[in-house]
Structures are given as structure tokens and as C-alpha cells.
């Protein structure tokens, strides 16, 4: 089972997972090598990726990448790369290197060779795994009723084209086996109707229903759930 922080705020809740997530890091920077970050994008992270980026870690060696990116140029609004060029990617953490879901290619599925490629030449296991989690379940852009949820749950590669049935563009995503593909599992949600679907995903029922119950209920990597309302 994975454990569950509860926090009282979401200043408490941004804080908690910020000093988790720069705890890990610290742990496998020790090590030599590099230690790799794996954030999500959207609204919500926002706060954790601007705490991130004011630890004091050794940023050189830090690798970042994305659990999902839309199919839209990094210099658009809906870009997960600009989100996290502009909120992560800056002070300490401005020397960080990035690790880009998008290439330019014109499909997400023209990308998937090229993208696991490079996703491949970074150091395994991932240090750390971020993910949010929809009211619908979804965690990276694998979403329930989406047509490749089945390959996402499944597939050995690293990432998977995407085409969510209820959002505005193609999307590449992770794969499951690439997300627990980590030393560590961070899930980062906040609210009571998310409380609610994750009381729900802890229960019995299936994957495809809610996601998020592939990483709940697997026992490989650990997981920790940070929530506050």
C-alpha cells in the first residue's frame, strides 16, 4: 500500500513534497552520476516546480524530463516544456538539463521512436516520478476511455502516442512501465473530489476505470501520496 501524507494547506502540501522530492535527489547525487526528475505538467505543479527550483541541489547533474507532453510547440500556452522552462528551469535550477518530449515531428506517433530513444540514454531507475491525478483517475496522459490506455498499461516501451477522447490535443505520454521506472513515486493531489477518486482508486474495481490504481497497487517502487484539501 502506498503511505499517505495529509497536510493541512496547500502551502504545506507544495513544501512537504518539494522536501521529499529534493531529499531523493540528494540521496542519488551522492552516488556520482546523475539523478533524474520526472515532473508533470498542468496547472497544479506549478508551486512544487517553483520550490523545486530554489533547493539547493547540485544542479548540473540533474536531469529533468516530462511524464506526458501535449502535441503544441514549446512556445505555446499548452506546452508542458514551457511550463517547466518557466517555473522549474530557473534560479539554481537553471543549469539543470532538460530533456525534451517534443520533436517537432507532426504526430506524437512519428515521435515515439526518437523520444525513447532518448528517454533510454538517461540514468535508470529515475530518481524521482511526480505525477498529479485527474478527478477522472488519469495520471501522465494515460486516461481512462482513451483507445491506448490498454498499450499504456502494458506496452515494454518507454512511450506511447496518445489521443485522450475529452482533451483539445494528441498527447505523448509515458508508459506505466516507464513511470515505475523509479527509486521513487511521488502523487501530488489536492481537494476533496480528488481525495474522494483516490479513496475510490484504493479500492477494488478496475484499472481501466481509474488509472491511477496501476501505480497504487503495485508493490515494486514505493509511492507516496501527499494530499491536502
Known sequence: MPSLRECSNGATLVAAVAQHV???LKEDLAQGGQAVL???????PVPLLQALSTQALTWERVVVTLTDERWVAPDQTDSNEA???RHLLQGRAAIARFVPLWTGDDTPEAAVPAVCTSLGALAHPFSQVILGMGEDGHMASLFPGSSELGSGLTTEAAALAVHPPHAAHARLSLSLRALLDARDVVLMIAGEEKRLVLERALGEGRVEDLPVRAILRQTAVPVSV???P
Open 226 to 228: 501527499f494530499w491536502a
Open 83 to 85: 511550463l517547466v522552462r
Open 38 to 44: 520526472v515532473v508533470s505538467g498542468g496547472r497544479s
Open 22 to 24: 529534493a531529499r531523493r
